[in-house]
């Protein structure tokens, strides 16, 4: 009996060096508190400055120290503003974090200058720390310096931030190869996400009048060979976490879109937003901060209308309409769309050009529920591989992001964007083909 007893306590022990297993809570290495100060300056200019809490003082400390150079920079540019109204003159500093692996987190400490809507400036600065030994992890802890890793990233920026605002102004070869030198990527501004590295570029550096983000997004099944041991340790996510992906559909809407996306940065998580074209022109600016916040970006159609009551000539105009208005908007076009009232086989029949994504998970917020019950059909039906679907336009969903993404972080899920959900298994968006969800590369309708 002693013998097995000590044989129980060893085994205890060891289980606590091992890694969490897909299905446990959250490590509270990977626990995040944000809050923020509002501060209204003598010319009525507002500043608004996030804090970060973790388990690491000396973390808090060093993006603390980044946040205030950032308002030391910008605060005494702001203009005064024209009116009291939203369409005010502000600086935001934000703190947007994002988890892989058990220890890794990743911040980016944002800058932005708005002066009625329109962004004026924009600073991003990054710091990715194993939160268990207070450790900066650079590029470098992530590649080895003979990595082929480095040649993908290289290409990778060449060809995703040679892709933005080309109706306006193409960059040069020389340009894109210089932005794509081995030593500049090393020092670019990078997060590590559920299930990709991305790279952070203001537009300035390629479009002069462009102060807007360019995210160089390289999923992990074509990096992870390529990265030292530890590194893909703390970025196999998919033996740690059950996935989902959580997504909003019918915006921009200013107000409520607003708020959706402060609480999904509050939760660390990134979601997927589908968007109405003929919203966006007069919500530009909420586009690009869902841009510019890591959210992937997806068509909603033109309009909201029902498609059975449309030709199908007027369906295959939607996506030029649409990809222009993102365009103009955030640089680049749409990837994939979901159809209105998911009447999918219209789309087909017209050739709209579009992968269609649907959903698995319908949250039902669009009947104006209470934000606890959003949360409860979500706990009460989730399963891997998820595609949630809400409406960042409704009045209570905001509310709703972080009861979901508390309750399915304590069960072992990890939040992925619609384009990671795929990317795990290798799928690959085809045109005029419709899509679920996606567990172990299944992508069906699913049967509860």
Same mark, same amino acid.
């Given at each position: 009996? &002693?013998?097995?007893?000590?044989?129980?306590?060893?085994?205890?022990?060891?289980?606590?060096?091992?890694? #969490?297993?897909?299905?446990?809570?959250?490590? +509270?290495? !990977?626990?995040?508190?944000?809050?923020?100060?509002?501060?209204?300056?003598?010319?009525?200019?507002?500043?608004?400055?996030? !804090?970060?809490?973790?388990?690491?003082?000396?973390?808090?400390?060093?993006?603390?120290?980044?946040?205030?150079?950032?308002?030391?920079?910008?605060a005494s540019t702001l203009q005064k503003p024209r009116n009291k109204t939203t369409?005010?003159?502000?600086?935001?500093?934000?703190?947007?974090?994002?988890?892989?692996?058990?220890?890794?987190?990743?911040?980016?400490?944002?800058?932005?200058?708005?002066?009625?809507?329109?962004?004026?400036?924009?600073?991003?600065?990054?710091?990715?720390?194993?939160?268990?030994?207070?450790?900066?992890?650079?590029?470098?802890?992530?590649?080895?310096? +003979?990595?082929?890793?480095?040649?993908?990233?290289?290409?990778?920026?060449?060809?995703?931030?040679?892709?933005?605002?080309?109706?306006?102004?193409?960059?040069?070869?020389?340009?894109?190869?210089?932005?794509?030198?081995?030593?500049?990527?090393?020092?670019?501004?990078?997060?590590?996400?559920?299930?990709?590295?991305?790279?952070?570029?203001?537009?300035?550096?390629?479009?002069?009048?462009?102060?807007?983000?360019?995210?160089?997004?390289?999923?992990?099944?074509?990096?992870?060979?390529?990265?030292?041991?530890?590194?893909?340790?703390?970025? +196999?996510?998919?033996?740690?976490?059950?996935?989902?992906?959580?997504?909003?559909?019918?915006?921009?809407? &200013?107000?409520?879109?607003?708020?959706?996306?402060? $609480?999904?940065?509050?939760?660390?998580? %990134? #979601?997927?937003?589908?968007?109405?074209?003929?919203?966006?022109?007069?919500?530009?600016?909420?586009?690009?901060?869902?841009?510019?916040?890591?959210?992937?970006?997806?068509?909603?159609?033109?309009?909201?209308?029902?498609?059975? $009551?449309?030709?199908?000539?007027?369906?295959?105009?939607? %996506?030029?309409?649409?990809?222009?208005?993102?365009?103009?908007?955030?640089?680049?076009?749409?990837?994939?769309?979901?159809?209105?009232?998911?009447?999918?086989?219209?789309?087909?029949?017209?050739?709209?050009?579009?992968?269609?994504?649907?959903?698995?998970?319908?949250?039902?917020?669009?009947?104006?529920?209470?934000?606890?019950?959003?949360?409860?059909?979500?706990?009460?039906?989730?399963?891997?591989?998820?595609?949630?679907?809400?409406?960042?336009?409704?009045?209570?969903?905001? +509310?709703?992001?972080?009861?979901?993404?508390?309750?399915?972080?304590?069960?072992?899920?990890?939040?992925?964007?619609?384009?990671?959900?795929?990317? $795990?298994?290798?799928?690959?968006?085809?045109?005029?083909?419709?899509?679920?969800?996606?567990?172990?590369?299944?992508?069906?309708? $699913?049967?509860?």
């Amino acid at each position: 009996m &002693r013998r097995f007893c000590l044989l129980v306590i060893c085994a205890l022990l060891l289980m606590g060096s091992i890694p #969490a297993a897909r299905g446990e809570g959250l490590p +509270d290495e !990977h626990r995040v508190k944000l809050t923020y100060q509002d501060t209204t300056q003598a010319n009525g200019s507002i500043v608004r400055l996030w !804090h970060a809490d973790t388990v690491l003082d000396s973390v808090d400390q060093e993006l603390e120290d980044i946040a205030a150079a950032m308002v030391e920079k910008y605060a005494s540019t702001l203009q005064k503003p024209r009116n009291k109204t939203t369409r005010n003159s502000r600086l935001d500093v934000t703190i947007r974090y994002s988890r892989t692996g058990t220890k890794w987190l990743s911040f980016l400490v944002q800058g932005r200058v708005v002066y009625h809507q329109k962004l004026l400036a924009q600073s991003v600065e990054s710091r990715t720390y194993d939160m268990e030994t207070g450790k900066r992890i650079t590029l470098e802890d992530v590649f080895p310096a +003979d990595s082929q890793g480095w040649s993908v990233l290289q290409s990778q920026v060449k060809a995703q931030a040679g892709a933005y605002f080309t109706r306006e102004d193409a960059p040069s070869d020389d340009a894109l190869s210089a932005l794509a030198a081995l030593d500049r990527v090393k020092e670019t501004p990078f997060t590590l996400h559920g299930m990709s590295l991305v790279l952070h570029y203001p537009a300035d550096v390629l479009h002069q009048d462009r102060h807007s983000l360019m995210e160089v997004t390289v999923m992990y099944p074509d990096i992870r060979p390529y990265m030292g041991e530890t590194a893909q340790a703390q970025t +196999d996510n998919l033996t740690l976490y059950k996935t989902v992906a959580l997504t909003f559909d019918d915006g921009p809407r &200013r107000v409520n879109s607003s708020l959706t996306l402060t $609480k999904l940065m509050q939760s660390g998580i %990134r #979601a997927t937003f589908f968007l109405v074209g003929n919203r966006i022109s007069g919500n530009a600016d909420v586009v690009v901060r869902e841009h510019d916040e890591g959210h992937a970006i997806g068509g909603h159609n033109w309009t909201h209308a029902n498609v059975t $009551k449309v030709s199908g000539k007027t369906i295959q105009q939607m %996506r030029p309409r649409l990809d222009r208005a993102l365009e103009n908007a955030i640089g680049i076009p749409t990837r994939y769309n979901r159809v209105p009232y998911g009447l999918y086989v219209q789309m087909i029949r017209a050739k709209s050009g579009w992968p269609l994504i649907q959903w698995s998970l319908d949250t039902y917020d669009w009947h104006g529920i209470p934000a606890k019950r959003i949360a409860g059909t979500v706990t009460n039906q989730i399963s891997d591989g998820d595609i949630i679907l809400c409406h960042d336009v409704k009045d209570n969903t905001h +509310d709703a992001v972080p009861l979901i993404v508390n309750a399915l972080e304590e069960r072992g899920y990890i939040f992925l964007t619609v384009d990671e959900l795929f990317a $795990k298994d290798g799928v690959v968006l085809e045109p005029d083909r419709v899509y679920f969800h996606c567990v172990d590369g299944d992508t069906s309708l $699913k049967k509860r």
